[in-house]
């Protein structure tokens, strides 16, 4: 099954960017996709895009659409979801997910990584 | 973008109960749509995919129903540990919207 680690809490400045990391292991990682979803401090979930490793590919979320970089890189199964411009209101826990898909199932999350606060404030 | 609500917001009952949640999206969304549980701390845990199918491992107490807007999850006898929130997640198109969740607590 796959395993997802993600990189550490952070505490960046408003204005700033963060760069999250999310190292898979077990499976393939090219053969499922990647997706961030994050969640503010008593929210609910928020889709923000996912990426596809083995077409390199990324959507968005219209709502992030210029702010987020999502990328792979498959020589160490990781992927990496950069938001820029920071705002207090991003201030949530990020989490990366394996995107799994088939035929009549359409996407679903089935594994998630521990997630990652990312705090913003002056 | 296709809207997911759930109902109701919370939930109180005992084990042993059994419960249903309920999701509607906006439009249709066919059998694509996802359920998930999220206990407190935690990252969420993928219960049901494609309206009816239940993730591997998943107690068969779950079970899950519904096409096209209006979809159901349903736990037939409660245990200690299903005390958490539950979301639905359509996977139609992009974006992929989450509901607001059911938080299910213990009366």
């Known amino acids: 099954q796959v395993q997802l680690v993600q990189s550490g809490a952070e505490v960046k400045k408003p204005g700033s960017s963060v760069k999250v990391s999310c190292k898979a292991s077990?499976?393939?990682?090219?053969?499922?996709?990647i997706s961030w979803v994050r969640q503010a401090p008593g929210q609910g979930l928020e889709w923000m895009g996912g990426i596809t490793p083995i077409l390199g590919t990324a959507n968005y979320a219209q709502k992030f659409q210029g702010r987020v970089t999502i990328t792979a890189d498959e020589s160490t199964s990781t992927a990496y979801m950069e938001l820029s411009r920071l705002r207090s209101e991003d201030t949530a826990v990020y989490y990366c997910?394996?995107?799994?898909?088939?035929?009549?199932?359409?996407?679903?999350?089935?594994?998630w990584g521990q997630g990652t606060l990312v705090t913003v404030s002056s | 973008d296709i809207q997911m609500t759930q109902s109701p917001s919370s939930l109180s009952a005992s084990v042993g109960d059994r419960v249903t949640f309920t999701c509607r999206a906006s439009?249709?969304?066919?059998?694509?749509l996802n359920w998930y549980q999220q206990k407190p701390g935690e990252a969420p845990k993928l219960l049901i995919y494609a309206a009816f199918n239940l993730q591997s491992g998943v107690p068969s107490r779950f079970s899950g129903s519904g096409f096209g807007t209006d979809f159901t999850l349903t736990i037939s006898s409660l245990q200690p540990e299903d005390f958490a929130t539950y979301y639905c997640?359509?996977?139609?198109?992009?974006?992929?919207?989450f509901g607001q969740g059911t938080k299910l607590e213990i009366k």
């Open positions: 439009q249709s969304i066919s059998s694509y």
């Open positions: 077990g499976g393939t990682f090219s053969s499922y996709g």
């Open positions: 997910a394996s995107c799994k898909s088939g035929y009549g199932y359409g996407y679903y999350f089935d594994y």
């Open positions: 997640q359509q996977s139609y198109s992009t974006p992929r919207t």
